[in-house]
């Protein structure tokens, strides 16, 4: 029976059906300069990060952009550019989730060869 358990146990897992945990949300995190420096990788792709907002420019061309660090990277891998419909203020600690995007070009001088955009943004408290 101990068996058939674990067989059974085995199965929800590999199908998916076990509810969505902490730690997986732990492992699908990205650091700031891994996203820079693996950006070809993941472009199209959904990402989580987190660190402390320094900087943030609101209504702009219909969004917020929000520049985020955590820490990592040297000067030109250390801040990750997302762009949002919500917002947060400098000093901020938060946790995004994005589609990763490359090369954008809004013209007039306005060009990020990486940015996170359409991202979801929440302050941890």
């Given amino acids: 029976m101990k068996i058939l358990s674990i067989a059974f146990a085995g199965l929800i897992g590999t199908l ?8 997986a949300a ?4 990205k650091t700031v300069a891994s996203l820079n420096q693996n950006k070809a990788a993941l472009a ?5 990060a987190q660190g402390k907002v320094v900087k943030v420019n609101n209504g702009i061309m219909g969004r917020n952009f929000i520049h ?10 250390n801040n990750l550019i997302i762009t949002s419909k919500q917002t947060a203020s400098v000093g901020d600690q938060v946790s995004i989730s994005g589609i990763v995007v490359l090369n954008r070009d809004f ?9 996170i955009e359409e ?3 929440a302050v941890k408290k």
């Fill in 44 to 48: 199209g792709q959904t990402i989580s």
């Fill in 16 to 23: 998916g059906l076990l509810p969505f945990s902490a730690s």
């Fill in 26 to 29: 732990e492992d699908n995190l």
């Fill in 119 to 121: 991202a979801s943004v």
């Fill in 68 to 77: 985020v660090q955590d820490g990592t990277g040297d000067a030109n891998s």
């Fill in 107 to 115: 013209g007039s001088g306005y060009s990020y060869p990486l940015l």
